[in-house]
């Protein structure tokens, strides 16, 4: 199957049966994941295309309850090799500091990021009354990203929640 349509397909599934996979149907290694839920899935179903997966486990709840048992360990071991790699970016960050570099790339792009955010509010703020629409939802869609860029860098260097310190214990298991 084309990796578009196997990803598309392999989205519809996430969304409806397995949001937690979303994310990694997203990441890195989208192809391999997506062929995995849209595999297992037609195996459930019996059916030969994610679309007739989708309606079928829609139709009949047991296939949702198959599905979602057969996926829980797919979903595990991504998280888990998720949790892995963040943590092996954190440990990084923690041997430059102990061998005395400072990290000056991090501080570059998060000031950077905090810098663009303050030029786009007060670009939307002064011209929002003459620019189009599309302009106006581009720009405020760059703002969200920068955002979400912030957000990140404090939940590295920070953690993000009991939730977050509960996974890393799992990762580290």
């Not at 295309?49 to 829980?72: C, F, G, N, R, T």
């Not at 998060?110 to 007060?122: H, N, R």
Request: hydrophobic share 50%; aromatic share 8%; with cysteine.
């Amino acid at each position: 199957m084309v990796a578009p349509l196997l990803i598309a397909g392999a989205m519809a599934l996430a969304k409806e049966f397995l949001p937690g996979m979303v994310k990694h149907i997203a990441g890195d290694k989208a192809g391999e994941v997506a062929q995995s839920v849209v595999d297992v899935a037609q195996s459930v179903t019996g059916t030969s295309s994610p679309d007739d997966a989708l309606v079928a486990m829609q139709a009949d709840p047991s296939l949702v309850i198959d599905y979602k048992k057969h996926m829980a360990s797919v979903q595990a071991e991504l998280d888990k090799a998720y949790l892995v790699d963040r943590q092996n970016a954190r440990d990084r960050d923690v041997k430059l500091k102990q061998a005395g570099y400072h990290n000056y790339r991090a501080d570059i792009m998060l000031t950077l990021a905090f810098v663009c955010v303050v030029a786009l509010v007060y670009f939307l703020w002064e011209a929002r009354l003459d620019m189009p629409d599309q302009v106006f939802a581009a720009l405020n869609m760059a703002l969200g990203m920068l955002l979400k860029m912030i957000g990140d860098a404090f939940q590295f260097e920070f953690g993000s929640s009991r939730g977050s310190k509960e996974k890393d214990m799992i990762g580290r298991q």
